[in-house]
């Protein structure tokens, strides 16, 4: 149980493109997603919190405008990069949480690599 | 503004033998404390986590954690490592309140010589 996948795993972009990516909980209901950003041989760094149904929570000097973060159901959060460059190339991680029901666990996806070109 | 740090970036060990990795953490409150494993080009597993209770924890694939507040630590060991164990190692705090945002360590990436 507790599932998260990501779609897609790879994609590659040009500059000044917007992508989108997937994160699904398979097997059960999150009432909270997370986004993290992880460059080559480092730690995750959190982008933002996103409940559903409501705005998401960015972490500070993340441009919202430009991640932007849509958590349409229980099931389903997503992040487009909007007008991409270079420097968002990256691995994007996501996870989904039950809250106190699960004792606040995050369970994470595997992983989308952004490559903007 | 919690933080967590993990003062070994790389860490060789041979196969069999015993491994600790290190981990601290700076949190106001009561942490709540996870260490992950990451394989490359993956996502993370949790390998265990404390949140009251028993300050030794156990968890998966044979790895267990002590939580020591004196010395804000969370040192990961394991008593015999496998070659698979070899992967990046994250210690993570988690915060109080709703949303229970994770603050990651900069991570420890094991090589496991055979």
């Known amino acids: 149980g507790a599932v998260v996948s990501q779609h897609p795993s790879r994609v590659i972009c040009k500059s000044g493109t917007s992508v989108k990516i997937e994160c699904r909980s398979l097997?059960?209901?999150?009432?909270?997603m997370f986004w993290y950003r992880q460059f080559p041989k480092q730690s995750l760094m959190l982008m933002a919190t996103?409940?559903?149904?409501?705005?998401?929570?960015?972490e500070q000097g993340v441009e919202k405008d430009k991640f932007l973060i849509n958590h349409a159901s229980l099931t389903l959060s997503t992040l487009t990069v909007t007008s991409a460059h270079p420097e968002d190339s990256s691995f994007y991680i996501c996870s989904a949480s039950q809250g106190a029901l699960k004792g606040y666990e995050q369970y994470f996806g595997p992983g989308t690599r952004l490559t903007v070109t | 503004a919690q933080s967590v740090t993990q003062p070994d970036i790389h860490i060789t060990v041979s196969e069999g033998a015993s491994l600790e990795l290190r981990c601290n953490y700076s949190?106001?409150?009561?942490?709540?404390l996870f260490w992950y494993v990451q394989s490359p080009g993956q996502g993370l597993q949790l390998l265990l986590k404390y949140f009251s209770g028993d300050t030794l924890v156990q968890g998966i694939k044979g790895f267990e954690a002590e939580f020591k507040r004196s010395q804000s630590s969370f040192n990961l060991r394991k008593p015999s490592v496998h070659w698979s164990d070899a992967a990046e190692y994250f210690c993570?705090?988690?915060?109080?309140?709703?949303?229970?945002?994770?603050?990651f360590g900069s991570g420890t990436q094991l090589t496991v010589l055979p």
């Open positions: 097997d059960f209901q999150a009432t909270t």
């Open positions: 949190y106001g409150a009561t942490p709540y």
């Open positions: 996103s409940n559903e149904g409501s705005k998401a929570t960015y």
């Open positions: 993570a705090v988690g915060t109080e309140g709703s949303a229970r945002q994770l603050t």
